[in-house]
């Protein structure tokens, strides 16, 4: 929009205010009335005769800047909740891996809005008034580095990789593991060409790690290197010409453990509503008093992404969304009491409505998992081409990567339903600069319950992530300073 026409549509804004109040003062309102001497910007009557200062009729309106914060989410960790798990950390050794980030990163930190009000009020102290407001997205950020995240690990088969000695096809089920499971290819040779560290060729039995050899390091000390066949004469070369089921007792729990981690949460809100209004009070000592009730429509937006490079699972990302829009009816009040120039004012509003929340995951575990899946039935682990071939690229060895995964896409939703209720409170000072003009500050405040959030609507289950069953709810306080002009209020 640009600027010129934003200038003609506050004139046009300020022309229909004032008209309508002119209108209200000579006689019932009317959009067509015309005012025949009414000014813009006189001087406020301030007079205590009679019955004091009278209330406006007639159109009014405004706008406010708010300056809100949102109350971060209950903290969880980001994984499986309380996971920790056992995993191999090389040299034949185990260690006990937990998650490493939770939300705690994420603070109520201060973001602008923008509020407006348009309304009508008739002589006979009945009107109605449309509001909404727009409170401008709620960011947080944080970068690690070395990050463990836990996973639910389902059991997956184990297949023989030969049905029958020569066939290439793995077609027997001899065990299950969980997914995260797999070879690993942490040690080498002593440095002397055709020895092996596990065999009696090292004399000196000594192990040497990160000196990958792209065999499969034999865990359980058994002459078998995975899927790589038998060592029958202890050189380190399996015999392409011995038939060996693969051995899966070399088989270890990988450590999960990204090199970078950027977890992005972000959270919007905004509301509208339309109510009835009555004036019970009109002038009296100063003061009105008016209640109204109508309608309200809340939606509350929350969104953690998480985006992970490196490790296992290079690369994987997920994005949990989760959308509250509550429908419903509502009730209020408004006091205020003027003194010369300056009013102060308590509005006071309840509202419960419907919560049809929709949560949203998409996303992607190991994209680098381009590999074959060596254990796959029917499939062949050394025969090129994407038939036999679910990462699409030439077949591999699948050493230090999860045995049985794949990259998984994935991209779910699920409706909730259930009630939230609401209370906001609003304090506010208002000084009239001209006699339908105001300028206006003060602070507002809403607790709402029963709101769903992102962070804690994951659950961690591989090989593609899913959305929590439980309807995982906690209440949301808004609150901060407004400041902005009013017409005719």
């Known amino acids: 929009m640009s600027i010129n026409l934003k200038k003609w549509l ?52 405004g706008i406010d800047y708010l300056l809100w914060a949102t109350t971060a989410p209950n903290r969880t960790q980001i994984g499986r909740p309380d996971g920790s798990r ?22 109520a930190s201060l973001e602008s809005g923008t509020r407006f009000e348009l309304g009508f009020m ?33 059991a997956v088969p184990l297949y023989d990789n030969f049905g029958a000695p020569g066939t290439g ?29 596990s065999t009696a060729n090292n004399p000196t039995n000594q192990i040497v790690a990160h000196q990958p050899d792209q065999l499969a390091d034999d865990i359980d000390r058994d002459g078998r290197h995975g899927y790589e066949g038998l060592d029958a004469n202890g050189n380190h070369v399996p015999e392409s010409n011995v038939y060996a089921p693969i051995d899966y007792g070399d088989l270890v729990p990988l450590p999960v453990l990204f090199r970078h981690v950027t977890v992005t949460q972000r959270s919007s809100n905004y509301s509208v509503e ?3 209004q009555w004036r019970l009070v009109a002038g009296e000592f100063g003061g009105n008093i008016d209640v109204f009730g109508g309608a ?4 509350f937006d929350d969104q953690m992404l998480v985006d992970g490079i490196g490790g296992i699972l290079a690369d994987s990302y997920w994005n949990t969304r989760v959308e509250n829009r509550i429908m419903g009816g509502q009730v209020g009040f408004r006091v205020n009491r003027k003194r010369g120039r300056l009013t102060l004012s308590t509005e006071g509003r309840i509202f419960t409505g419907a919560n049809l929340s929709t949560v ?8 680098q998992l381009t590999q074959n899946v060596t254990s796959v039935a029917g499939t062949n682990p050394t025969t090129n081409g994407t038939a036999n071939n679910p990462g699409g690229n030439t077949p591999a060895i699948r050493l230090n990567q999860p045995l049985n995964l ?27 600069v001209w006699d339908a003009v105001s300028v206006n500050a003060g602070w507002t405040g809403t607790f709402m319950d029963g709101i769903m959030r992102s962070n804690n609507m994951t659950e961690y289950t591989l090989p593609a992530l899913q959305i929590s069953s439980n309807r995982n709810v906690q209440g949301v306080f808004l609150n901060g300073f407004n400041m902005g002009i009013e017409i005719n209020r």
């Open 360 to 367: 949203r995951i998409n996303g992607q575990i190991g994209s």
């Open 10 to 61: 506050l004139g046009l804004g300020l022309n229909l205010f004032m008209a309508g109040t002119a209108a209200a003062q000579v006689g019932a309102f009317s959009p067509l009335t015309e005012p025949s001497d009414f000014q813009y910007f006189v001087q406020p009557d301030l007079s205590n005769y009679g019955s004091g200062v009278q209330p406006n009729t007639g159109w009014f309106g």
């Open 274 to 276: 339309l109510n009835r």
């Open 86 to 107: 056992l995993v191999y950390n090389g040299n034949f050794t185990f260690t006990t891996e937990t998650n490493s980030l939770d939300t705690g990163f994420i603070r």
């Open 169 to 197: 096809l793995n077609t027997q089920v001899v065990g299950f593991a969980p997914i995260l499971n797999g070879f690993v290819d942490n040690l080498g040779t002593t440095g002397a060409a055709g020895t092996d560290i």
């Open 296 to 299: 309200r429509y809340l939606n």
């Open 122 to 154: 008739d002589d006979c102290d009945k009107g109605w008034f449309f509001s909404g407001y727009r409170l401008n997205d709620n960011v947080n950020e944080l970068v690690a580095t070395q990050v463990s995240i836990q996973f639910i690990e389902p």
């Open 406 to 432: 794949n990259r998984t896409t994935f991209n779910t939703s699920r409706n909730f339903g259930g009630f939230s209720p609401l209370g906001e409170l609003r304090l506010k000072a208002q000084y009239q």
